[in-house]
């Protein structure tokens, strides 16, 4: 039955993969079958941080935030936590055996958006090799799309769901291919 716990817990960060970013779900087939749990666990974990800085702004962010921050020490310490997305984190964390220092340096960066939003992406040449591609290609992609939507009125991003076209997508992807599985280059 812990079997089933653990799988229903990666099946809630892959379901908050795919309804918060289809881009990235796509994304993550490009990445070696063996490393979908662990991105999908992060992923979810990533997103409800993100949100709470971005998207709760009628409740203390800065609350809700110290409290995702206790719940994910809570659930690394004890291995177990009945929140899916952190469960499926912790699990993650564990068997990759991601440093503190990382996690901590995330939150903090959480923290630090709740005034500021100074991004910097590191790191990728660090990753382990069927995760180079699909990682660099997700930098890209929201690179590009984080570019739009500076460009695009800010009435029109609270009411319109800004998107990188089709034609776009697949510039970003054979240039994302061409630098980094041909050429060997992880550079923004």
């Excluded at 992060?42 to 409740?59: K, L, Q, S």
Aim: proline fraction near 2%; glycine fraction near 4%.
């Amino acid at each position: 039955m812990l079997e089933l716990f653990h799988q229903s817990s990666f099946l809630c960060s892959r379901k908050v993969t795919e309804l918060y970013s289809t881009s990235f779900t796509l994304g993550i087939r490009a990445l070696d079958n063996r490393f979908h749990d662990a991105i999908y666990g992060i992923y979810g974990f990533v997103r409800y941080a993100d949100e709470i800085v971005d998207t709760f702004h009628d409740w203390d962010k800065s609350a809700l935030l110290a409290r995702f921050k206790a719940d994910t020490y809570e659930a690394i310490d004890q291995k177990i936590s009945l929140n899916p997305i952190l469960h499926a984190f912790q699990l993650t964390v564990h068997k990759y055996q991601i440093d503190n220092k990382l996690i901590d340096a995330f939150l903090h960066s959480m923290e630090m958006d709740l005034f500021t939003q100074n991004y910097k992406y590191e790191g990728i040449k660090m990753l382990p090799e069927g995760a180079k591609f699909g990682v660099y290609l997700a930098y890209k992609y929201y690179l590009n799309l984080f570019k739009k939507i500076r460009k695009t009125d800010a009435e029109k991003v609270l009411h319109t769901r800004i998107r990188v076209s089709n034609p776009k997508k697949i510039g970003i992807w054979a240039s994302v291919y061409l630098r980094s599985n041909v050429l060997g280059i992880y550079a923004p």
